[in-house]
């Protein structure tokens, strides 16, 4: 599962997001944005990720996505 799944940001051209817990939310590949797991297969390095970050004050993911590469996402 790629769409819904939690990772952690490793990445530093958020730095407010480094270290923190996100969701992604879509996949943008080419002129294309997948949003379902079917479309996407398996990441691409080419990828770029919509993510949102959790929100701990809220106890929810935010309505703010950030684009991130496959390569700055990790498991929790």
Known sequence: ?????E???TGISHRGLTGERVKIVAVHRGEQILD??????????????EIRPWLDEKDRF???SYDASPDELADL
Request: net charge negative.
């Open 1 to 5: 599962m790629i769409i819904g799944s």
């Open 7 to 9: 990772k952690l940001y």
């Open 36 to 49: 379902e797991d079917d479309e996407i297969g398996a990441l691409l390095p080419t990828d770029t990720v």
């Open 62 to 64: 935010s309505w703010v």
